[in-house]
């Protein structure tokens, strides 16, 4: 009955993951069309987002103003902390060293990704940059999180 009750709440787990990325999903079209890279991103708190973002780099002319940095702002202020420790962040692409050091300060409790940016992806340091006690989850929908970056860049540069 345990191994059932496990494989439930797994299963409950990647379909709440698969939902939210969905959500992030939803902003990184709403960058796409404002010509700002397709990335979004949401904090979720008790199976609740109460934090939503994109890029904003273009609009703001300010190369911090990533999809990660805007979405931990929102959040810290909508719980009035600058900690996150039960919160998730989903995100359609994997983090750079920057939002890694944002995401490692808040101390968030879990990071979703979807695909991996083969570039500028944190991982690609070879050091663990997020919190000790932050689980990473990558892959989330990565096929769709993908896309709308190579059509992005398919756009700008065709």
Known sequence: MLNIFKSELLSDLILN??????EALKEADEAYKSGEIPIGAVVVCMNRVIARSHNLT???NDVTAHAEMQVIT???NHLGS???TNCTLYV???PCVMCAGAIF???LERVVYGTSDEKRGCSKT???LYHPKTKVIEGVLADECAQRMKSFFLKKRG
């Not at 993951?17 to 969905?22: E, G, L, S």
């Open 17 to 22: 993951d698969q939902y939210f990325m969905r």
């Open 58 to 60: 273009e609009l703001l």
């Open 74 to 76: 929102a959040a810290a």
């Open 82 to 84: 600058k900690y996150l």
């Open 92 to 94: 359609t692409v994997e």
């Open 105 to 107: 300060w808040s101390q």
């Open 126 to 128: 070879g050091v663990m």
